[in-house]
């Protein structure tokens, strides 16, 4: 069975600092892993994912997440946050032919 | 072809009432997939079609709820008799077959709102 989750429904950040989302994933098979982010009444827009091809992952818009099997973890991060990165981030597992989505981490930018 | 198109983006219906949506995928893609979305919540699985053939169906698919793809392009979602519940986002999503990831590329939305 695969499922996903976030740990943190919300996070809150102070322009230029650090972002960390967190991401656990449980997965019978190994794992596609994605990270989508959801601005406000929009679809959802690929941010990265990881295929195993690389266990450290770069994204659009200077987002990272770093695959760690011995963790099960798929944690995002951005070393300096703007205030264009508030909205809604959501981790994704799939072995292929179907996804399982976490419940979302919604980040708030403080200027 | 710009992407995951899906029509109307905001519908506002009275309780009883029945809705379409429509969800044109990238052209080249295969497999097409529906989700819904209420507030604070990620997208639930509601069911998927390769090419013309709908693969599968959650459970949460009452049987008020009806998917089509005939031609394996474009698809519609349609709510019959529909209920407060059924307010939400209703996501379309497509991948192609060739990507083995089956990374899925999403439409704006259509937002449901059952008065």
């Known amino acids: 069975a695969q499922s996903v989750t976030q740990l943190g429904s919300h996070v809150s950040v102070s322009e230029g600092a650090l972002v960390l989302l967190r991401c656990n994933y449980s997965?019978?098979?190994?794992?596609?892993l994605f990270w989508y982010v959801q601005y406000p009444n929009q679809g959802l827009q690929l941010l990265l994912k990881?295929?195993?091809?690389?266990?450290l992952v770069k994204g659009i818009n200077g987002f990272e997440a770093e695959f760690k099997k011995s963790e099960t973890s798929f944690h995002l991060t951005k070393p300096s946050a703007h205030m264009s990165d508030a909205a809604e981030y959501f981790c994704?597992?799939?072995?292929?032919?179907?996804?399982?989505f976490g419940t979302g981490t919604s980040l708030t930018v403080i200027p | 072809d710009t992407g995951v198109s899906q029509d109307p983006r905001h519908k506002i219906t009275k309780r009883g009432q029945n809705v379409t949506f429509r969800c044109d995928p990238i052209?080249?893609?295969?497999?097409l997939y529906w989700y819904r979305q209420t507030l604070g919540q990620g997208p639930e699985f509601l069911t998927y079609?390769?090419?013309?053939?709908?693969?599968?169906k959650s459970r949460l698919l009452s049987d008020r709820f009806s998917a089509e793809r005939p031609k394996g392009s474009f698809s519609t979602l349609e709510i019959q008799r529909t209920e407060q519940g059924d307010s939400a986002m209703y996501l379309c999503?497509?991948?192609?077959?060739?990507?083995?990831?089956?990374?899925?590329?999403f439409g704006e939305g259509s937002r449901l709102t059952v008065l």
């Open positions: 999503a497509s991948s192609s077959l060739a990507d083995n990831t089956g990374e899925l590329f």
């Open positions: 997965s019978s098979v190994p794992p596609y």
């Open positions: 990881y295929t195993s091809a690389a266990t």
């Open positions: 994704a597992v799939s072995p292929g032919n179907q996804f399982y």
């Open positions: 052209s080249e893609h295969n497999r």
């Open positions: 079609f390769q090419n013309e053939a709908q693969l599968e």
